[in-house]
Nanobody
Framework: QVQLVESGGGLVQPGGSLRLSCSAS????????MEWFRQAPGKQRELVAR???????NYADSVKGRFTISRDNAKSTVYLQMNSLKPEDTAVYYC???????????????WGQGTQVTVSS
């Protein structure tokens, strides 16, 4: 089994910054793509950013130029640096990783528990 633990959420004023972290632990052989999603009240969960095992990144149009996704493979960790935050960024943020596990051998997506980000003055 694999566990993903997120941290770094909180309350921030508009224009401020936050850095989210998500670390995986367990029977990990390797990790393919790592992603951040978010879900605001009354809305569907949406993909915010994605980073492949090779380091290629993709972002939702709404966060391009403000958010940066990165990963530390040695620590099985993905980060989301969020700058110039806006009230519409308020949501629960979830990380997801496509993990190749050793025992049992296989590949599947795992999810973190979510962390609340609130942007308000």
């Amino acid at each position: 089994q694999v566990q993903l633990v997120e941290s770094g959420g909180g309350l921030v004023q508009p224009g401020g910054s936050l850095r989210l972290s998500c670390s995986a632990s367990g029977s990990i052989f390797s990790i393919n793509a790592m992603e951040w999603f978010r879900q605001a009240p009354g809305k569907q969960r949406e993909l915010v950013a994605r980073i492949t095992s090779g380091g290629s990144t993709n972002y939702a149009d709404s966060v391009k130029g403000r958010f940066t996704i990165s990963r530390d493979n040695a620590k099985s960790t993905v980060y989301l640096q969020m700058n110039s935050l806006k009230p519409e960024d308020t949501a629960v943020y979830y990380c997801s990783m496509n993990v190749v596990t050793i025992n049992p051998w296989g590949t599947r997506d795992y999810w973190g528990q979510g962390t609340q980000v609130t942007v308000s003055s």
